[in-house]
T-cell receptor
Framework: QKEVEQDPGPLSVPEGAIVSLNCTYSNSAFQYFMWYRQYSRKGPELLMYTYSSGNKEDGRFTAQVDKSSKYISLFIRDSQPSDSATYLCAMSGDTNAGKSTFGDGTTLTVKP | KAGVTQTPRYLIKTRGQQVTLSCSPISGHRSVSWYQQTPGQGLQFLFEYFSETQRNKGNFPGRFSGRQFSNSRSEMNVSTLELGDSALYLC???FGQGAYTDTQYFGPGTRLTVL
């Protein structure tokens, strides 16, 4: 079983919809939780970074971490066609960000 | 500030050959990590270098190796290439100092095709 499981998708939503992307994990040592966005043929781009449990909001994006349930989510409000990409959750067990464990990614398509 | 750069961007090799990929981190970053990304396995951690020393290593065979230079630039080498090594190889850099705000920034990757 993988340490990080991500809802596989793909997801297809109309423009303006609220999108929910989710990951579960099994390693209790994870403390740092990240969401990356990856466009086709590009490297991942850091979207959100959260330390421990709680919520973090940045514009249309909200990241939630529930360490008790080992569950993290990324919400995208008012989704746009430019949000169409693969979203990867990632986690790290200590303050060293250099070794992160990634989910397999969820591909999102936002239709105009 | 310039981002992480990787060279070459595309590479085609045949089985049995070896390959060297290069990564230049963001200025001031001392940690460089390498990942392999494939459709079947997702993004998998290869190794991390910090101040010219390998600090972490993933579960890859010894054919995969790397090094880091004093200017933090890093190279990874894959010897005796196999068809299954075809992948996007991503490099990521960070300060590596352990502060909770330290995060990784990825380069565009090198797409390796093994024939």
């Amino acid at each position: 079983q993988k340490e990080v499981e991500q809802d596989p998708g793909p997801l297809s939503v109309p423009e303006g919809a609220i999108v929910s992307l989710n990951c579960t994990y099994s390693n209790s040592a994870f403390q740092y939780f990240m969401w990356y966005r990856q466009y086709s043929r590009k490297g991942p781009e850091l979207l959100m970074y959260t330390y421990s449990s709680g919520n973090k909001e940045d514009g249309r994006f909200t990241a939630q971490v529930d360490k008790s349930s080992k569950y993290i989510s990324l919400f995208i409000r008012d989704s746009q066609p430019s949000d169409s990409a693969t979203y990867l959750c990632a986690m790290s067990g200590d303050t060293n960000a250099g070794k992160s464990t990634f989910g397999d990614g969820t591909t999102l398509t936002v239709k105009p | 500030k310039a981002g992480v750069t990787q060279t070459p961007r595309y590479l085609i090799k045949t089985r049995g050959q070896q390959v060297t990929l290069s990564c230049s981190p963001i200025s001031g970053h001392r940690s460089v990590s390498w990942y392999q990304q494939t459709p079947g396995q997702g993004l998998q951690f290869l190794f991390e270098y910090f101040s010219e020393t390998q600090r972490n290593k993933g579960n890859f065979p010894g054919r995969f190796s790397g090094r880091q230079f004093s200017n933090s630039r890093s190279e990874m080498n894959v010897s005796t290439l196999e068809l299954g090594d075809s992948a996007l190889y991503l490099c990521a850099s960070s300060f590596g100092q352990g502060a909770y705000t330290d995060t990784q920034y990825f380069g565009p990757g090198t797409r390796l095709t093994v024939l």
